[in-house]
């Protein structure tokens, strides 16, 4: 099996911390997590070959909201975890799986699970 592809876009180091933690927690070394900080790191990324994404909506150097765009584009499932609201993003992107901050693990286990078991399918359709 290939090894699973994860990003995390987030800006503070701790809750960074926590994601990644819970994602290798569940899934292990089966797993590369790839965790940037910025819009710049994350918008070439959103290119790469990624089995989901995570993204926070306000990072260093403004909104992943295209960077989103990008994912779905390719087909790669991806949430927004993030202390914003839901209706704070732009209509493009209403209805996007949404994890509120504070989270708990199996808000982002749970997701995870399921854009990595929809994408075995052999979909590489949006979980988002």
């Given at each position: 099996?290939?090894?699973?592809?994860?990003?995390?876009?987030?800006?503070?180091?701790?809750?960074?911390?926590?994601?990644?933690?819970?994602?290798?927690?569940?899934?292990?070394?089966?797993?590369?997590?790839?965790?940037?900080?910025?819009?710049?790191?994350?918008?070439?990324?959103?290119?790469?070959?990624?089995?989901?994404?995570?993204?926070?909506?306000?990072?260093?150097?403004?909104?992943?909201?295209?960077?989103?765009?990008?994912?779905?584009?390719?087909?790669?499932?991806?949430a927004f975890v993030s202390g914003s609201l839901p209706s704070d993003l732009p209509e493009e992107l209403a209805g996007t799986v949404f994890v509120?901050?504070?989270?708990?693990?199996?808000?982002?286990?749970?997701?995870?699970?399921?854009?990595?078991?929809?994408?075995?399918?052999?979909?590489?359709?949006?979980?988002?």
């Amino acid at each position: 099996m290939d090894r699973q592809r994860i990003l995390i876009v987030e800006d503070d180091p701790f809750i960074a911390m926590d994601i990644e933690a819970a994602v290798l927690d569940d899934l292990g070394d089966a797993t590369e997590v790839i965790v940037v900080d910025s819009l710049r790191e994350a918008q070439s990324l959103a290119e790469a070959d990624l089995d989901c994404a995570l993204l926070d909506v306000d990072v260093v150097g403004g909104k992943t909201f295209d960077v989103a765009l990008k994912l779905r584009a390719r087909g790669t499932p991806f949430a927004f975890v993030s202390g914003s609201l839901p209706s704070d993003l732009p209509e493009e992107l209403a209805g996007t799986v949404f994890v509120p901050k504070p989270f708990h693990s199996r808000d982002i286990i749970g997701f995870v699970t399921r854009a990595l078991k929809a994408g075995s399918v052999g979909s590489s359709g949006s979980a988002s």
